[in-house]
């Protein structure tokens, strides 16, 4: 069982920065792929990006690649989404997730089996 609990979302204006922070619980972290994924109401939970349990490999949605940057740190448990040049349609409630499935659909809502309570971004135009 993993728990997860995101930080570090707020409100900014578009072009700025915010970096999110998610917290597992359990022994057993650094094996998991990392993922985060964003939702609007009424829309489909959406992948934003995902990290391989080394650290090593990542993968981001075309909508965010070149301005967001995932990372983690398996001795703190914590993985990172710092997300720069920040645009008005990236606000969602964001989610971290666990993972592991496979990495090649690590884009997949299917293949996280543990979400956190998600986190609000807001950006203003």
């Known amino acids: 069982q993993v728990q997860l609990v995101e930080s570090g979302g707020g409100l900014v204006q578009a072009g700025g920065s915010l970096r999110l922070s998610c917290v597992a619980s359990?022994?057993?972290?650094?094996?998991?792929?990392m993922g985060w994924f964003r939702q609007d109401p009424g829309k489909e939970r959406e992948f934003v990006s995902a990290?391989?349990?080394?650290?090593?490999?990542?993968y981001y949605a075309d909508s965010v690649k070149g301005r967001f940057t995932i990372s983690r740190d398996n001795a703190k448990n914590t993985v990172y989404l710092q997300m720069n040049s920040l645009k008005p349609e990236d606000t969602a409630v964001y989610y971290c997730?666990?993972?592991?499935?496979?990495?090649?659909?690590?884009?997949?809502?299917?293949?996280?089996?543990?979400w956190g309570q998600g986190t609000q971004v807001t950006v203003s135009s």
């Open positions: 359990g022994r057993t972290f650094s094996s998991y792929t």
């Open positions: 997730a666990a993972s592991r499935g496979n990495w090649g659909t690590a884009n997949r809502p299917t293949e996280y089996a543990y």
């Open positions: 990290i391989r349990w080394n650290g090593v490999s990542t």
